[in-house]
């Protein structure tokens, strides 16, 4: 079985200062895929990054930023000088082997965060 | 292209009363899935399709039905709501060969409430 947890649950700051989302998972597969996906207000989930269990780099996409441990099973997200705009429902979600020749995808139960002008 | 489109956006329904979720996507994938989010729990899976005439459960099947006679459409069935279905529902879809990493596109979701 799979799971991720997602430990905070609401989190507020105020805005330009940096914001890290914890995300820690548990899978006994050897080769899995990691994902951060974004809920604004309005409702869509917004794919934000993948990463598979082979590529340890962390990875940086303008303001957001990915930390990929596999020696601790986390995966998380820092998002610097935060603005409004990134107010929303964060989740973060493992896909591992499920057999049938199909992955399955678990989600945490996500993160939300507010960002206060 | 579309990606994945779901109809209806709002529904309401009477405990009782079936309806029927309708998902459709023009991406070629061959998986698709339905989750439902609830307040506090994520999204959870309620079933999958690995191709046309496959499909298996997820963690939340009770109450609700699909099948997949076409690779682009994935209804989902709830045969006689209650209450408890109550619930944002996302359809999903994605490659299943490894070298997409499977990531999965969602529907815009379908609000329903059950009363």
């Known amino acids: 079985a799979q799971k991720v947890t997602q430990a905070q649950t609401e989190i507020s700051v105020v805005e330009k200062e940096d914001v890290t989302l914890d995300c820690v998972y548990e899978t006994r597969d050897t080769t899995y895929y990691l994902f951060w996906y974004k809920q604004p207000p309005s409702g869509e989930l917004v794919f934000l990054i993948r990463?598979?269990?082979?590529?340890?780099q962390n990875e940086i996409s303008g303001r957001y930023s990915w930390n990929f441990q596999k020696s601790t099973s986390s995966f998380n997200f820092t998002i610097t000088a935060s603005q409004v705009v990134d107010s929303a429902v964060y989740f973060c979600?493992?896909?591992?082997?499920?057999?049938?020749?199909?992955?399955?995808?678990?989600f945490g139960k996500g993160t939300k965060l507010s960002v206060i002008p | 292209n579309a990606g994945v489109t779901q109809t209806p956006k709002f529904q309401v329904l009477k405990t009782g009363q079936s309806m029927t979720l309708q998902c459709a996507q023009d991406m070629n994938h061959e998986y698709m899935s339905w989750y439902r989010q609830d307040p506090g729990m994520g999204l959870r899976l309620i079933h999958y399709s690995v191709g046309a005439g496959i499909t298996d459960q997820g963690e939340v099947p009770n109450g609700y039905n699909v099948s997949r006679s076409t690779t682009e459409d994935f209804p989902l069935r709830l045969l006689s709501a209650a209450p408890s279905q109550t619930s944002v529902y996302f359809c999903?879809?994605?490659?299943?060969?490894?070298?997409?990493?499977?990531?999965?596109?969602f529907g815009p979701g379908t609000r329903l409430t059950v009363t």
């Open positions: 990463r598979n269990s082979f590529d340890e």
């Open positions: 979600a493992l896909s591992a082997y499920s057999g049938a020749g199909s992955y399955q995808l678990t």
């Open positions: 999903a879809s994605s490659y299943s060969r490894a070298s997409s990493g499977y990531e999965q596109y």
